[in-house]
C-alpha cells in the first residue's frame, strides 16, 4: 500500500470532458483537483467586442488563453518545414480554443451532434488511403449510444427527434424541442425538397425551454464566439462543473498551469506539478493522486504528456513509441455563399437551424464525407470580411450598397467534413519557443491528408446545389485547400486503440504502459467524424469517467 | 484623454481617405459614424500599425502634392478615388523609386480600407459606427432582451 495521497485524481483542464469527468468521479464520492488554466470567465468578463472573440480575433479574443506568454510555433509551410513561425493565441494558424472554466463550451456554437455508425468505422468501411493513418475505432456506436443520451439529457440538448434519417439508432427522444425554425430554414428547406435530401433542424446544446433550472435561449445574435446572456446555452461551466463542486468533493483550481505529469523512480504516476497564479506572481505547486486524468484539449494534452519525461519516460509519457501527438486533426470547412432576390434574414439567433447528413457517408468515390448545415448569425464586420462577392469592390459607395443590399439577403451553406487523418500532421515540443513559464510550447506541423480536400471539393459542390435549388440567384466561394486542421474542433493526438505500437491509450482513455494516467478529451478521436465533435467528446468523457470510477473502488 | 496619434495634416488625410472609404448616401460617411476615433484608439493600443498609418498618411500627401500641388485633403473627391484607387491596383504617376512606393502604398490603402470598415461595422463600444448607424443600414438589430425576465446576465 502507498501512502495517502492528496487527491483520488487530479483532473487537468476544465473543459468539455475535464467538467464531465470531474461530475461523475465526485459524484461517486471521489475526491478532485480539478485544474484549470484559465479563469472562471463571468458572462460580463467575456465581451462582446466585434474585433477580438473567439469568431474573430483581430486585434484579441475574449475567452483566453492571455494573448501574452502563450505562443506557439506553426509551420506555415509544409514543403518547407524548416521555415517556422511564432504566433500569439488570436493569431492564425494558432488553433486556438478558449481557455476558462468550461473550455471551449464557454463560447460555442453548441451544435450537438452524434456521429454515425460508420464514423466509428472508417477504414475497415472504406480502406486505408495511401499515406494516411485512418483507423477504426476501438469501440463502436452503440458502446456510446447510452453516454451520448447522458450528454444529451445531462448537458441539455433540443433536437428534432427522428427528424435526421440518417442519424444512428437511438433509445430516447432529444430532452428539450427544437428551436423554432428561422425564415432561412425555410427557404433551404424547400430547396432540399426539390433535390429529395433530408432536412432537419439542427440539434444544440442549447435550452429551447427552460431546462434543469436555467431559462431558455433569447435568440440573441451574439451566440457562437460569445458567452450567453440568458445562461440558456449549456456548456460543462454551468452544469456539471456546478455539479461536482456542490458535493464538496471538488477543489476548483483556476489559474494553474500544470507542466509535469510526475512519476516515481520506477516510473509510476503519482501526481502533478502546476504553477498556479493568484494574481500576485506564479506559485510552483504539486498534488499527488491514485490517478491523474490530462483533458487539456489535442494540442495542450499532447504537449504535457511530452513535457512529462523522465528517466523512465524519456521521449514524454505514453510515448515509448512517437505516436503520441500525431495525426492531429479537426475539421476542414467547405462553404458557398448564396445571394437571394427576397431578404431572407429575421435576426433570430442562434442563425444555424437546418442540416442535412444526406452526405456523411455513401459518396462514390470519396472517403466519408461530411454534414451541411446554414450558418451562425455573421458579425456586420465578420460579413465585410468573408462575405464580398470577388467582384465587388471592398471600398467606396460600391462596398457600402452591397452591405446595405447584401447581408440580409446572403446565405451560407457550410459544414465540417471528416478529415482523414495523416501522422505527420502533428504536435511536438518547439525548440528554444517558451512560453510564460519558461516550459517549452507546441509546434504544430504538417497538413490534413489530401483526400480531406477531396471530399472538402465534393461538399462545397453539394453547398452550392442546395443554394441554387434554394433559388439563389449568384453564387460564391472557394472550396478549401490543403492545410493543417485543428482549430475548436482539434483531435486525435492521443488516439484510443487496442495496438500500443498506433495508439496512444486503450478503449476507456487508460495511457498503454500506465495503469492511472489517463486522456480524456478530444484527443482520443481515432477520427473525428463529418460532425461538429463536441457531443462525442462529451459522451466519451462519461463513458470513460465511469470507467474510472470503478476502477477505484 | 488618449494622445492624438496624428498631426492636424496627417488627421485631414485620414479623414479624407475613410470618407472615399466608406462615403456618405442616405447613410453618413465613415467620419460622420465616429471611425476616426476608432482608428485613433486602436493606434493608440498598436504600436506597429500606428507607425504605418502616419508614414502611409504622409506618403499620400506627398504624392498628391507631387502631382495636383495639393494635399490629398483639398483635392476632389473624383482624384482622391483615382489615386486610391492607383495605390491598390499598384498604378501610380511615375517617380524616382517608384516600386518600393508603390507596394508601400498599395499596403497602406489596403490596410485604410480595413480599418475603416472596422471602425463602421464593428460594435459601437470599439469607437466607431457611432449609434449602431451601420447596423441599421444593414439591418442587423441586437437583441434587447429583457434579461431581468430571464434570470439576468449570467
Known sequence: MTAATDYDVVIVGAGAAGGIVAAVLTESGFHVLLLERGQDLTYEQIPRDHLRNQRISIYGHNGGPDIDGNPRVIVPDDVKPEITRVVRPHEGGYQNNASTVGGGTRVYGAQAWRFVEKDFRMASTYGIPEGSSLDDWPISYADLEPFYEQAEQEIGV???????????????????????????????????????????????????????????????????????????????????????????????????????????????????????????????????????????????????????????????????????????????????????????????????????????????????????????????????????????????????????????????????????????????????????????????????????????????????????????????????????????????????????????????????????????????????????????????????????????? | MPHIPFSPSQQKCMIAIMDRVVPSNEFPSASVAGVLNYIESLLHMEEQLRTSVQSGLDAIDQLTTATFGSSFAEINFELQDNILKGCLDGRLPERDGAELFTTALREFAELCVRLVSEGYYADPGNGGNRGSVSWDMIGFAVTDADWSAVGGPK
Open chain 1, 158 to 553: 433540443c433536437g428534432e427527434t427522428g427528424g435526421d434519417k440518417h442519424s444512428a439508432y437511438r433509445k430516447n427522444s432529444y430532452p428539450m424541442p427544437p428551436v423554432p425554425p428561422t425564415k432561412r430554414h425555410g427557404v433551404l428547406k424547400d430547396g432540399a425538397e426539390k433535390l429529395g435530401w433530408n432536412t432537419f433542424t439542427t440539434p444544440l446544446l442549447i435550452n429551447s425551454v427552460p431546462y434543469h433550472g436555467r431559462p431558455a435561449c433569447v435568440q440573441c445574435q451574439h451566440c457562437v464566439g460569445f458567452g450567453c446572456p440568458s445562461d440558456g446555452k449549456n456548456g460543462t461551466h454551468n452544469t456539471v462543473i456546478p455539479r461536482a463542486l456542490a458535493t464538496g468533493n471538488c477543489d476548483l483550481q483556476t489559474s494553474a498551469v500544470c507542466d509535469a505529469v510526475l512519476t516515481n523512480a520506477s516510473g509510476t504516476v503519482t501526481g502533478v506539478s502546476y504553477l498556479h497564479d493568484a494574481g500576485n506572481g506564479p506559485q510552483r505547486k504539486s498534488a499527488s493522486a491514485r490517478a491523474v486524468v490530462v483533458s487539456s484539449g489535442a494540442i495542450e494534452s499532447a504537449r504535457l504528456l511530452l513535457l512529462s519525461s523522465s528517466k523512465c519516460h524519456p521521449d514524454g509519457l505514453g510515448n515509448s513509441n512517437d505516436v503520441v501527438g500525431r495525426n492531429l486533426q479537426g475539421h476542414v470547412y467547405p462553404g458557398a455563399l448564396g445571394l437571394f432576390e427576397e431578404p431572407n434574414y429575421d435576426g433570430i439567433g442562434p442563425g444555424v437551424s437546418i442540416s442535412t447528413t444526406q452526405f456523411n457517408h455513401g459518396n462514390a468515390g470519396i472517403v466519408g464525407g461530411g454534414m451541411l448545415s446554414d450558418e451562425f448569425i455573421k458579425l456586420p464586420i465578420i460579413f465585410w470580411y468573408r462575405c464580398f462577392p470577388p467582384e465587388v469592390p471592398r471600398w467606396g459607395i460600391e462596398a457600402k450598397n452591397w452591405m446595405q443590399y447584401g447581408f440580409t439577403r446572403t446565405m451560407h451553406v457550410i459544414g465540417p467534413v471528416q478529415d482523414i487523418p495523416d501522422p505527420n500532421s502533428r504536435v511536438t515540443l518547439a525548440q528554444g519557443t517558451v512560453d510564460r513559464y519558461r516550459l517549452p510550447v507546441a509546434k504544430l506541423s504538417g497538413t490534413t491528408h489530401p483526400e480531406t480536400i477531396n471530399t472538402a471539393a465534393f461538399m462545397f459542390e453539394r453547398a452550392k446545389e442546395w443554394l441554387t435549388a434554394s433559388g439563389a440567384v449568384k453564387i460564391w466561394g472557394d472550396p478549401p485547400g490543403l492545410g493543417l486542421s485543428a482549430g475548436q474542433h482539434q483531435a486525435g493526438t492521443c488516439r484510443m486503440g487496442d495496438d500500443p505500437r498506433t495508439s496512444v491509450t486503450d478503449s476507456y482513455g487508460r495511457v498503454h504502459g500506465h495503469d492511472n494516467l489517463y486522456v480524456m478529451d478530444a484527443s482520443l478521436h481515432v477520427t473525428n467524424g463529418g460532425f461538429n465533435p463536441v457531443l462525442t467528446i462529451m459522451a466519451l468523457a462519461y463513458r470513460n469517467a465511469a470507467n474510472l470510477a470503478e476502477a477505484l473502488s
